[in-house]
């Protein structure tokens, strides 16, 4: 049907028939279109969409320094909390549509980082989107508390995209320090794991001297932070030091892990990892074990703590049943 003939066919619909025909319309359009196309947009605000369709310009020839002038203003503004509390400088408008600002200006920043010139700006500008959307998913930011998922954007594909791109216009001591700062200093969302995060940035160590800086870089800050915490009964006073040193023990844990290095990685484990009850740090031990190590050293650690008079749960007897009988780990660790 040409455009003519649907505009003809509209006039002749009623109110209810051309209700019913476009709701079946969306439906029809897979999810992934409409965030392309962004059909919501044009629901919520036709003529905003169209005028902005009519002005938009190509990539090729955006100013640089507005993106980077408009982008600053954002987070600004963002931190501010005017795009959730009336103000005069944000209008009411694009308060309800921060969303449609934000990933513009993730892709418009994302697509100038190919140009070297404005690279360093850019990773810059990245990681501060990206600090902003962690901030946001624990304070009444916008209008959602769930910002990479309204973007469409999960949490860990973002830090990779800044992750990548330090590491492509940085050396190796300062992206790699930097990027694990980024994890350990910033938080997750609701569906996001830490050690998915610290997963993300193993994967961009692809080779042995990159894994063994991290290394070194990790202990000097485990080191630093175990000397510095304060310490009260046993345990750190700051249930934040604690956090920060068993990230940075698994950080560790893994890459050493990677690098073929288990025992080394154990024994750090078992030297600096916090955990109030022997048995919840057996079970998280043995969980690493099983992502990263092998049945071996699995079995060697769950009988040492039993030997020492850890009780574990039900669950990890089956799971060392299991790898007993059949020696190989089974799909999931039993939890229970």
């Known amino acids: 049907m040409k455009v003519s003939e649907l505009r003809e066919k509209i006039r002749s619909s009623t109110k209810d028939e051309l209700q019913q025909i476009i709701v079946e319309m969306y439906k029809q359009i897979p999810k992934k279109m409409r965030e392309e196309k962004e059909i919501d947009r044009l629901i919520e ?3 905003a969409f169209k005028k902005r369709k009519n002005t938009q310009r190509p990539m090729e020839n ?3 320094h507005s993106i980077e002038k408009e982008t600053r203003w954002f987070i600004q503004n963002a931190y501010e909390q005017n795009y959730v509390a009336p103000n005069r400088l944000i209008p009411k408008k694009d308060r309800a549509n ?3 600002t934000a ?3 993730v892709e418009q920043v994302s697509s100038f980082a190919n140009h070297p010139e404005h690279g360093k700006t850019c990773a810059a500008l990245l990681e501060e989107l990206y600090r902003l959307f962690v901030y946001a998913s624990g304070h009444y930011v916008f209008a959602s508390e769930e910002p990479f998922d309204t973007l469409r954007i999960p949490q860990v594909d973002f830090l990779n995209r800044v992750v990548l791109l330090k590491k492509e216009i ?9 990027s694990l700062n980024l994890v350990l200093e910033t938080g997750v969302d609701y569906q996001t794991l830490t050690s998915s995060l610290l997963e993300v940035i193993l994967s ?6 990159l894994k063994e800086r991290m290394i070194e870089i990790a202990e000097k800050l485990l080191l630093e932070k175990h000397r510095t915490a304060k310490r009260s009964k046993g345990r750190y006073s700051d249930w934040k030091d604690e956090e920060y040193i068993n990230n940075l023990v698994e950080m560790i844990f893994i890459t050493q892990s990677a690098l073929g290095e288990y025992q080394p990685a154990v024994d750090i484990f078992q030297k600096y990892h916090f955990e109030s009850r022997d048995e919840v740090k057996l079970f998280i031990l043995l969980r690493l074990i099983m992502e990263h190590q092998s049945v071996e050293i699995w079995k060697q650690e769950y009988e040492r703590a039993v030997k020492l008079g850890v009780n574990p749960r039900e669950g990890l007897k089956e799971t060392y ?3 007993k009988r059949e020696n190989e780990f089974p799909e999931y660790i039993f939890s229970y």
């Open 45 to 47: 605000n036709p003529d």
């Open 170 to 178: 940085e050396d190796p001591d300062k992206w790699i320090s930097e």
């Open 62 to 64: 955006l100013d640089f």
């Open 204 to 209: 961009t160590l692809n080779n042995a001297p």
């Open 321 to 323: 049943d299991y790898i």
């Open 103 to 105: 990933k513009r200006l």
């Open 98 to 100: 921060w969303r449609f």
